[in-house]
């Protein structure tokens, strides 16, 4: 069965700092992992996708890497800004592609 | 726009009271999900359909259940017999295997 795990639960950095979020997940058996971020009283907002062919996948400011054999994959997210604080969270297939399995996310403040 | 409408955004459910939650995409999605999230936790999925007509139990079904007449609608309602409804539900699209969209949210609150 499919476990997926952040870390840290929390993060608060200055504006401008890199920042490299954690996620963990136990059934390394996966065809894609994909991240989200969430802001207060709202949906999830998709970041990236990355296919297990891939080793990263980069948007802007964001660059996501995915190790299947160590079942890990971090989130980078570069010159970090006000506007990123949010939730991030990574899920993960369990048994099917239509099955996805969430983390608890990480719960960003970045301050100016 | 394509995208997925959730409605209504804020719910008030009665004790005894059965609710339904709408939720339409017009993104051409074979699969639909709903999850619920509750404070400080991970999203856990109830129900998933991947055609019309079919869908599957998720992880915490009991108390819950869905209809998919329609590719484009999965709407979910919940049931007296869920004990601990008040949360936020969230709707979410896919094509088979590929990037998972949500909607904005359903936020039910039992009085």
């Known amino acids: 069965k499919q476990e997926v795990t952040q870390i840290p639960a929390a993060l608060s950095v200055p504006e401008g700092e890199n920042l490299v979020l954690n996620c963990s997940f136990t059934?390394?058996?996966?065809?894609?992992l994909q991240w989200f971020r969430q802001d207060p009283g709202k949906g999830l907002t998709s970041l990236l996708l990355?296919?297990?062919?891939?080793r990263e996948q980069t948007s802007g400011r964001l660059n996501a890497s995915l190790d299947k054999s160590s079942g890990r994959s971090t989130l980078y997210i570069a010159a970090s800004q006000p506007g990123d604080s949010a939730t991030y969270l990574c899920a993960a297939p369990s048994g099917g592609y239509n099955k996805l399995i969430f983390g608890a996310g990480t719960r960003l403040a970045v301050h100016p | 726009d394509g995208g997925i409408t959730q409605s209504p955004k804020y719910l008030f459910r009665k004790e005894g009271q059965n609710v339904t939650l709408s939720c339409e995409q017009n993104l051409n999605h074979d699969a639909m999900y709903w999850y619920r999230q509750d404070p400080g936790q991970g999203l856990r999925l109830i129900y998933y359909s991947q055609i019309v007509n079919d869908f599957q139990k998720g992880d915490i079904a009991e108390g819950y259940s869905v209809s998919r007449e329609k590719k484009e609608s999965f709407p979910l309602t919940v049931t007296s017999a869920q004990k601990n409804p008040t949360a936020f539900y969230l709707c979410a699209s896919s094509y088979p295997g590929g990037e998972l969209f949500f909607g904005e949210g359903s936020r039910l609150t039992v009085l």
């Open positions: 990355i296919q297990s062919s891939q």
């Open positions: 059934d390394s058996a996966i065809y894609n």
